[in-house]
């Protein structure tokens, strides 16, 4: 049986959404121990967040600097091991760094950084460290999202000529942050999101879907961000378009003004030999498209999944598997990175998840983006 990994936890306390999705997901293959936390930076909420998950008052600790220097001289046998950190953007970078350069591995949420030039400083440290850097992507964890990377990859769509990503929200259509709601008061404020409210929430997501699944790298793009909700000082919706590297088209929506919907995350790819489609409301289907066959639906787990969906599957076929599944895979083949501490050079099935280079393109997409929707260029590149 491997030796669960100590982990402690930046920010995740009472009141945080990402929090509990991060330590159910690091729970679910009881690989890890959360050990210690500086979970908010609120005192006495921390000492209750602790509490509340059975930790020790002297294991709270009131900012990541005090838990980083109070770990450091604990029995080796007892300390930890692993970083997660799930506070507001604007800590992600501080916290990393001094992790990494503390000794730790990381875990951080997504986007890795406030801006370009954080993450480009965060990456230098990152390849110093000899320590795991990842990031949680989560809809690269889905089954069918790997078993349509695959299809991709081995050449069954054809020349690849057309992606279409979409993440469409519905829950900032109105000005909420002004009533205290706290997770939209801190993503619209550019002090604790950065430059993007839409992009750095959820278009990091379905940019990252579009490069990951295709395998290929957006070259540049065209865009048109807008804030919808009057008073909102960071953008609430995009639509971009997009060139590839190897020519084909696309398109990247992201909103989170789109009254009615929930978390409404799908991709669309078509080559010269036929498509396929995937989204999350149907997670456990992969749509295949011919011009000359009827469609066929690939379920999760069933007949025609490759292995490396398999892998991702944790209950047999017609037992659901969702967004907390998808989550744990990162956490799995983090794991199983350390295990066989295969940390600096990602190898096969062990150490897919996203780690510094996604969190750089992922910057790089939304600077550009930016820039681009405030400009009067037509197209802007994005630095490879």
């Not at 008052?57 to 799930?86: C, F, N």
């Not at 069918?144 to 069954?156: L, Y």
């Not at 892998?311 to 799995?332: K, S, V």
Request: net charge negative; proline share 4%; hydrophobic share 40%.
């Amino acid at each position: 049986m491997m030796k669960k990994i100590r982990y402690g936890m930046v920010g995740g306390g009472t009141g945080s959404f990402i929090g509990s999705i991060h330590r159910a997901a690091a729970a679910l293959d009881g690989c890890y121990e959360l050990v210690c936390g500086a979970f908010s930076s609120d005192r006495e909420r921390g000492l209750e967040s602790a509490a509340a998950l059975g930790l020790p008052a002297a294991r709270s600790y009131p900012d990541y600097v005090a838990m980083l220097a109070a770990e450091a001289v604990l029995p080796a046998d007892q300390r930890m091991e692993l970083v997660v950190i799930v506070t507001p953007n604007h800590l992600h970078v501080p916290v990393s760094i001094a992790a990494l350069r503390a000794g730790y591995h990381v875990v951080c949420d997504k986007p890795a950084a406030m801006t370009l030039a954080e993450v480009r400083a965060l990456a230098d440290v990152v390849r110093d460290s000899n320590r795991l850097y990842a990031l949680t992507y989560t809809y690269a964890g889905y089954p069918m999202v790997e078993e349509a990377r695959v299809r991709i990859a081995r050449g069954d769509l054809g020349t690849i000529r057309r992606i279409d990503v979409r993440y469409r929200q519905g829950w900032l259509s109105d000005p909420i942050e002004k009533d205290g709601h706290r997770q939209a008061g801190w993503r619209t404020d550019p002090a604790y999101s950065g430059l993007s409210c839409c992009l750095g929430d959820i278009g990091v997501h379905a940019f990252h879907l579009a490069e990951h699944v295709t395998g290929m790298q957006v070259q540049a793009l065209s865009a048109d961000l807008a804030t919808h909700v009057a008073g909102r000082r960071l953008d609430d919706d995009a639509g971009i378009l997009l060139r590839f590297a190897n020519g084909a088209r696309g398109t990247l929506v992201a909103s989170q003004i789109c009254c009615g919907e929930e978390n409404d995350v799908s991709i669309h790819v078509y080559g010269d030999r036929g498509g396929l489609s995937w989204s999350q409301n149907d997670n456990e289907s992969l749509m295949l498209k011919w011009p000359n066959r009827p469609q066929e639906i690939v379920r999760m787990g069933g007949p025609g999944s490759s292995p490396q969906a398999l892998a991702r599957c944790r209950l047999p076929a017609g037992h659901h598997n969702g967004y907390i599944e998808a989550f744990a895979n990162h956490y799995r083949a983090v794991a199983g990175a350390l295990a066989q501490q295969a940390i600096s050079v990602p190898v096969g099935e062990i150490n897919w998840f996203p780690g510094i280079e996604a969190g750089v393109r992922s910057l790089a997409f939304i600077e550009t983006a930016l820039a681009n929707s405030n400009g009067n260029q037509k197209w802007s590149e994005i630095e490879s």
